[in-house]
């Protein structure tokens, strides 16, 4: 048994989920709190006094969290894990000229299909365990991996089964099966007869050998049309695929609706949604993921109306979109800072989002997102003594500690101890 002891700050966040409006805000806390462990599932959450008086506790390994802040692991819904290498190229020429327009072509925005299909499996899961290992060291404990990055049936095989051997080498990886257009077609070709294969032939391929627990579409001129993702997305309803509906990033066209009536576990972007479509989300089960990481990195100045969200009672979750070609940054704390100051949340309703609620989206809201007994023991020691901080200090790393399933995965002493003196 581990005994996580003296949290100044334990933040909890027990209690329903998803949470929504007001509830959004609350984030369980415990003043000198401390959490006991048992295995890879949370035994009892509490004071410390009342903690350490268990005789459980008495013998049990103590971790010292004295002055710090304790959470649970931050749950990342939304990734783009698999890809080759990173777009040096491409960056240096949209920072020269300027966003691309992303509505001319899908070949000027998507990364060169080499970046998966001329990578080994062995080489694609090397690069992905590097970065999940700096998923750790910020905090993250569970997180989404698509595929979508090869642009050919077996590049999205291969990366989907590596997703899956991945899981739970360090953190839970959920696969999802992200629907793209083949590399050798543009919309002059028969896109019919493309949207068969995917609904016919590579959705049956990926949902029985399980490699993938979601299916996502985006929507949008540079990908697929609204007729277009209906019928993938119906498919992978049949065969018992979650869903989730990327909406269009450069204009408001009527995917959230097609989430809505699909009951689609997530829909995710939303920098164009009406007062009609909010208030349709606040009546459904549907999360609304926002990825401020996104508009950022792509030079945008118009991000998703989060407090209208909020406000109106909708179910909304953070996500970092991390990848070569959306948002090439990982760091979740980083995504609070732009929550809070180009969205305007709270930092409680940013830290709200990124665990119950993003656990919510992955449909495991029962076993991670919050500190509660019962549940997996994956936690945050943050140093600091205030989580306000975490969004405060834009690109400071304040994670001291990760535990996942109750192992110590990343510890900043490590490292620490690791350096020569001076």
């Known amino acids: 048994m581990i005994f996580v002891r003296g949290a100044r700050q334990l933040l909890t966040l027990r209690g329903r989920s998803p949470r929504r409006g007001p509830e959004l805000a609350d984030l369980g806390i415990i003043p000198n709190g401390s959490v006991l462990i048992e295995g890879e599932k949370i035994d009892s959450v509490g004071s410390t006094r009342s903690i350490e008086n268990r005789a459980a506790a008495r013998s049990a390994k103590v971790i010292d969290v004295t002055g710090k802040v304790v959470l649970p692991g931050f749950v990342d819904s939304h990734t783009r894990l698999l890809f080759g290498s990173a777009q040096l190229k491409a960056f240096e020429i949209r920072t020269a000229v300027g966003p691309p327009d992303i509505r001319s072509s899908r070949r000027a925005v998507r990364p060169p299909p080499h970046l998966v299909r001329g990578r080994s499996p062995k080489l694609l899961q090397l690069a992905a365990q590097r970065w999940i290992r700096l998923f750790a060291a910020h905090g993250?404990?569970?997180?989404?991996?698509?595929?979508?990055?090869?642009?050919?049936?077996?590049?999205?095989?291969?990366?989907?089964?590596?997703?899956?051997?991945?899981?739970?080498?360090?953190?839970?990886?959920?696969?999802?099966?992200?629907?793209?257009?083949?590399?050798?077609?543009?919309?002059?070709?028969?896109?019919?007869?493309?949207?068969?294969?995917?609904?016919?032939?590579?959705?049956?391929?990926?949902?029985?050998?399980?490699?993938?627990?979601?299916?996502d579409v985006e929507c949008g001129a540079e990908a697929f049309s609204l007729a277009e993702?209906?019928?993938?997305?119906?498919?992978?309803?049949?065969l018992g695929f979650r869903l989730r509906v990327g909406a269009n990033r450069t204009r408001h066209t009527k995917e959230i609706r097609l989430a809505l009536e699909?009951?689609?576990?997530?829909?995710?972007?939303?920098?164009?949604?009406?007062?009609?479509?909010?208030?349709s989300l606040a009546d459904s089960s549907t999360i609304a993921t926002l990825l401020p990481g996104v508009v950022y990195y792509e030079g945008g100045s118009r991000y998703p109306p989060a407090r209208g969200l909020i406000e109106r009672g909708a179910a909304v979750a953070l996500a970092s979109g991390f990848g070569s070609d959306l948002n090439p940054a990982l760091s979740m704390p980083a995504v609070f800072s732009l929550a809070c100051t180009e969205m305007k949340l709270t930092a409680a309703e940013a830290i709200a989002a990124a665990t119950i609620n993003a656990a919510a989206a992955m449909d495991r809201a029962r076993s991670i997102g919050s500190l509660e007994p019962g549940k997996q023991a994956d936690l945050v020691v943050l140093d600091t003594s205030d989580y306000r901080e975490i969004p405060y200090y834009l690109g400071l790393n304040l994670c001291a500690m990760t535990i996942k399933r109750g192992k110590v995965i990343y510890a900043e002493s490590v490292m620490a101890d690791s350096l020569s003196p001076l």
């Open 229 to 238: 993702s209906t019928r993938i997305l119906q498919a992978a309803s049949r």
């Open 140 to 215: 993250t404990t569970t997180l989404e991996a698509r595929s979508g990055e090869g642009f050919s049936p077996a590049s999205e095989v291969k990366a989907l089964k590596v997703a899956h051997r991945l899981d739970g080498s360090l953190l839970d990886v959920v696969g999802t099966f992200r629907a793209t257009w083949p590399e050798s077609s543009d919309r002059g070709e028969d896109s019919s007869a493309i949207v068969e294969y995917i609904a016919e032939v590579l959705l049956p391929v990926i949902r029985q050998d399980t490699f993938a627990y979601f299916c």
């Open 262 to 279: 699909l009951k689609a576990a997530s829909v995710e972007h939303l920098r164009f949604v009406n007062e009609s479509e909010i208030d």
